[in-house]
Nanobody, 116 residues
Framework: QVQLVESGGGLVQPGASLRLSCAAS????????MGWYRQAPGERREFVAT???????DYADSVKGRFTISRDNAKNTVYLQMHSLKPEDTAVYYC??????????WGQGTQVTVSS
């Protein structure tokens, strides 16, 4: 099982940017897809973005145009660049590994808080 460690979260003001990183314990080249999910207090965990091994990306409507997922296979790392952050983006953000059926592994999460 690939171990995933997220970093880069923090407290920022509305409109700010953050970049989350997800470091994997082994090569991600052959992993079907990598993704990001988030969970706000009292809410269900929700999909944010995925990127396949071939580089195809998908985003939740709520983050399209503001968030960008990318991967650096040489560093075994996946990123989530977030711009124009809103208070409703406040959540714990989780990195995932995905097979063709869905999520099959989770990181421990990193907190993102957007508040003035």
């Amino acid at each position: 099982q690939v171990q995933l460690v997220e970093s880069g979260g923090g407290l920022v003001q509305p409109g700010a940017s953050l970049r989350l990183s997800c470091a994997a314990s082994e090569s991600i080249v052959t992993i079907y897809a990598m993704g990001w999910y988030r969970q706000a207090p009292g809410e269900r965990r929700e999909f944010v973005a995925t990127i396949t091994s071939g580089g195809t990306t998908d985003y939740a409507d709520s983050v399209k145009g503001r968030f960008t997922i990318s991967r650096d296979n040489a560093k075994n790392t996946v990123y989530l660049q977030m711009h124009s952050l809103k208070p409703e983006d406040t959540a714990v953000y989780y990195c995932t590994t995905n097979n063709y059926e869905g999520v099959d592994g989770w990181g421990q999460g990193t907190q993102v808080t957007v508040s003035s």
